[in-house]
């Protein structure tokens, strides 16, 4: 995020030192050419200031930003790993779900998960309460046991405490909700979503 607003602003400035250039060869000539200073300056800063913002304008189309589905998977094999996902955070990892034993499913995620901490970048993690009464809820209605799914979040608690401890840095947070879940996402440096109902 940072380095596109860098980008912008250098892109810009020449944008502005070229469109100061055009307008002041215009200024020249007009002014050589009619000997009238009041229209050479208006010629020039018309010039200028057209110059300018069409340059704006044609490099900001380049540009490809999607706000909204960018793209649908029809079930988990099709869209990417957890693996895949996290690698290409910068800045953060937000995980939104019922015990995020998908999310943290190996020790290689935990590590990689660790090293990005270590980098700077900071996890949110939210989670089911182990005792919410819409826990069994939402266990049965999936045909599951909720004496399972209740170890399962205890077992992600005792995981992230561990990546709390192991990466050394208070860049982690991890909170637990009291409500029927109905989302499941990874978010990844607040621009960019993986969502599953």
Request: charged share 30%; net charge positive.
């Given at each position: 995020?940072?380095?596109?607003?860098?980008?912008?602003?250098?892109?810009?400035?020449?944008?502005?030192?070229?469109?100061?250039?055009?307008?002041?060869?215009?200024?020249?000539?007009?002014d050589k050419l009619l000997s009238n200073s009041m229209l050479s300056i208006i010629s020039a800063a018309v010039v200028g200031l057209s110059l300018f913002l069409l340059l704006v304008i044609l490099s900001s189309r380049k540009k490809k930003f999607t706000l909204g589905v960018s793209k649908i998977y029809i079930d988990f094999g099709r869209a990417p790993s957890t693996m895949e996902i996290i690698k290409n955070a910068r800045n953060s990892i937000e995980y939104l779900g019922i015990s995020a034993r998908t999310f943290i499913n190996?020790?290689?995620?935990?590590?990689?998960?660790?090293?990005?901490?270590?980098?700077?970048?900071?996890?949110?993690?939210?989670?089911?309460?182990?005792?919410?009464?819409?826990l069994s809820i939402k266990a049965i209605d999936q045909?599951?046991?909720?004496?399972?799914?209740?170890?399962?979040?205890?077992?992600?608690?005792?995981?992230?405490?561990?990546?709390?401890?192991?990466?050394?840095?208070?860049?982690?947070?991890?909170?637990?909700?009291?409500?029927?879940?109905?989302?499941?996402?990874?978010?990844?440096?607040?621009?960019?979503?993986?969502?599953?109902?």
């Open positions: 995020m940072k380095k596109d607003m860098v980008d912008i602003t250098i892109r810009e400035i020449i944008f502005f030192f070229a469109s100061t250039f055009i307008g002041s060869v215009t200024y020249y000539i007009i190996s020790e290689i995620i935990e590590e990689v998960l660790e090293n990005k901490i270590r980098e700077g970048i900071e996890l949110k993690v939210l989670i089911l309460k182990p005792d919410s009464k819409y045909g599951d046991d909720p004496e399972a799914w209740k170890c399962d979040i205890n077992a992600s608690l005792k995981r992230m405490s561990k990546l709390c401890t192991g990466a050394g840095t208070r860049k982690v947070s991890v909170r637990i909700y009291d409500a029927l879940p109905i989302w499941r996402g990874i978010l990844i440096d607040s621009r960019r979503g993986f969502i599953t109902f």
